[in-house]
C-alpha cells in the first residue's frame, strides 16, 4: 500500500527521493505549488511528507492552488 496515509512514516529511500526531486526542481528556492503535488502523486506519498520537506530544505511553495503548503 503507498504511504499516502498520513499516519505512515516515510522510508528513508522515499525521503531522499522527494529531498532529490525537490531540489532538482526548485528555482531560487521556490517551487510551484503543482509541481510539489506532482511530486507527491508520483511517489505515493501525502503532499504533506514533500511539503515537510521543502520546510526543511527550506524550499518554499508558491502558488498554492488547494492551501495544503
Known amino acids: 500500500m503507498p504511504a499516502t ?3 505512515i512514516p516515510l522510508t528513508a529511500a522515499q525521503q531522499a527521493e522527494i529531498e532529490k526531486r525537490l531540489q532538482g526542481a526548485a528555482r531560487e528556492n521556490r517551487i510551484p505549488c503543482a509541481t510539489a503535488l506532482a511530486i507527491a502523486k508520483s511517489l505515493g506519498v501525502d503532499p504533506g511528507a514533500v511539503g515537510k520537506a521543502a520546510n526543511a530544505l527550506n524550499i518554499r511553495i508558491s ?3 488547494l492551501g495544503c503548503f
Do not use: I, P, S, Y
Open 63 to 65: 502558488r498554492c492552488q
Open 5 to 7: 496515509d498520513k499516519n
